[in-house]
């Protein structure tokens, strides 16, 4: 039997459309690209909706829970700068398909954890993966399209991401709802496959003529720094922590990750070849594109990370319809990009990305005046916008950020181009989570306090409670106070974590509505362009 590599050199061999130098390989090429992407983008969706879960599975809160999204995120940000270095080095083609595998190994491994610690170790096995699948196949995405028709390419890129926004939390619902959890991440295993059989057969090698040396001291300082800091941001207000904020642990978490930082900062900025070149933002625009990346992925990816939570435990959605919900978002956000991409191309491109920042900061607004009484349609014209938004803002703010990169230095860009949105999206859910814990111990103990036991409305409401569990559920008269009393702390429990999920979402349109400010000075150049 001929070897795998001889198999797909035959079938390159006979099919002129895989030609490099064919008009329609760039095509083919985004489109394997795209399998990956949506792969990667699958995984942070799709888990999602099975958080409530997970959480009820395992026994864990929502402190410990949220590692399981935390982790892959985290793994993500630190391989993605050192993606590029290993696509340099090594080939695009070969870190694509290896970070495809190990994706593909990290949702079989998922798919078979016993603990919430084996889950978040597999996550970090596929976040890895993620972390050179997404910034090497968005650099042979715009290497292999020239500057006149890279938007229009990011644009269909997106729809990637878009599809797996859209189908992710639907399908993963459909997965718990019929089967269980683990399935989420099982159902990635044979679509991982395919993309690494088109990967091989259609994608050929490419290595960037100029060889970096690897910096360990940089590599290890921001591996250090990411996961210790978000910990600390974590452990503060944990359910496990007593002494909240000044304990020993969470000051000596923030102490390393300042002393990590500084170093990767010196190392990076007075090395001959630092890992991350901190160069490329002299760049005027690469530098503010990518402070609006960052600031839009804290909130976008933390209130995304906290929509199916509120569906599920207030609403009472299943997994199946809470992921429903999503399946807009993807659809509009598809449609929206490509368009967006081309007015881009032929008109100024701040206008998409102002437009959809003012309307994503809407949507969270809208979503701050949510209820354990919002109806379905209110919760969907808040995701209708969100899609809209989406869709307005990423290809033309990412071809913004890379149009006077060079060619040679393009997988760095996108590798930090992501690195931010990532890094972003981990302090999103950090930070969200900790402001969700503190502030629903606020508002349970604001509502605690109005309440009087000894007033007549109090003992009025517990005793027809009482009544109801008597005559409906068949509760002991001698126990049946009791448990209305019950009710009643439970109903207000409630009622704080809703206040706070709308904090939470307040929080995120204030945030974005600031991503939108340093968006008015970037450069536009006035360039002739053709599709």
């Not at 992710?168 to 683990?182: C, Q």
């Not at 690897?214 to 720094?225: A, L, N």
């Not at 008109?347 to 607004?365: Q, R």
Request: glycine letters at 8%; one cysteine or more.
């Amino acid at each position: 039997m001929m070897p795998f590599k001889h198999i797909t050199s035959f079938i390159r061999a006979q099919s002129a459309t895989f030609d490099p130098e064919s008009p329609s390989y760039k095509w083919w090429l985004l489109a394997n690209v795209m399998i990956g992407t949506f792969m990667a983008v699958l995984d942070a969706t799709i888990v999602n909706v099975g958080l409530p879960k997970i959480m009820a599975s395992f026994g864990v809160g929502i402190d410990k829970i949220e590692w399981v999204l935390t982790a892959y995120m985290l793994a993500l940000a630190v391989m993605l700068p050192t993606s590029g270095w290993m696509a340099d080095r090594f080939g695009y083609k070969r870190i694509y398909f290896l970070g495809l595998s190990l994706f593909t190994l990290g949702s079989f491994l998922c798919g078979y954890s016993a603990t919430e610690d084996m889950l978040i170790l597999s996550r970090v096995i596929q976040g890895l993966g993620a972390g050179a699948i997404m910034p090497v196949g968005m650099a042979i995405v715009t290497r292999e399209f020239p500057p006149h028709q890279r938007s229009i390419a990011l644009g269909f890129w997106s729809i990637a991401a878009a599809a797996s926004v859209s189908f992710g939390p639907l399908i993963g619902g459909y997965l718990i709802d019929t089967f269980s959890w683990p399935w989420i991440f099982d159902v990635n295993v044979p679509i991982g496959i395919a993309g690494l059989l088109a990967t091989a057969i259609i994608q050929k090698e490419f290595k960037s003529p100029r060889r970096r040396a690897f910096d360990p001291v940089g590599f290890i300082s921001i591996s250090i720094f990411l996961p210790v800091l978000l910990y600390a941001l974590t452990e503060g207000n944990a359910a496990t922590n007593s002494a909240g904020w000044n304990a020993p642990i969470v000051l000596i978490c923030f102490g390393i990750a300042v002393i990590s930082l500084a170093v990767f900062l010196v190392t990076e900025l007075t090395i001959k070849e630092p890992l991350i070149e901190l160069s490329l933002f002299k760049g005027y625009n690469f530098a503010v594109s990518n402070l609006v990346i960052f600031i839009f992925g804290i909130g976008m990816f933390g209130s995304t990370f906290l929509l199916p939570i509120y569906l599920q435990s207030s609403l009472g959605y299943t997994a199946l319809q809470a992921g429903a919900v999503f399946l807009p978002i993807g659809i509009i956000q598809g449609i929206t990009a490509p368009i967006a991409g081309i007015f881009s191309d032929r008109a100024n491109p701040k206008v998409p990305i102002i437009l959809g920042a003012f309307l994503l900061a809407l949507s969270f607004y809208m979503n701050s005046r949510m209820s354990w009484l919002t109806e379905h349609s209110y919760i969907m014209l808040t995701l209708y916008l969100r899609g809209l938004a989406m869709g307005m803002m990423f290809s033309p703010l990412t071809a913004m950020a890379t149009i006077d990169v060079p060619k040679e230095k393009m997988g760095q860009a996108s590798g930090l181009i992501n690195v931010l949105r990532q890094i972003g999206g981990s302090f999103g859910v950090a930070l969200l989570t900790t402001i969700l814990i503190s502030r629903s111990r606020f508002h349970g103990q604001i509502f605690g306090e109005a309440l009087q036991a000894n007033s007549p409305s109090y003992q009025g409401v517990v005793h027809h409670l009482g009544n109801f569990l008597v005559h409906q559920a068949g509760s002991p008269a001698a126990v049946a106070a009791k448990q209305g009393s019950y009710l009643l702390m439970s109903n207000i429990n409630q009622q704080a974590f809703v206040q706070a999920i709308c904090d939470d979402f307040r929080i995120a349109a204030i945030i974005t509505l600031v991503s939108a400010i340093p968006v008015f000075f970037l450069k536009v150049r006035k360039k002739h362009l053709q599709l």
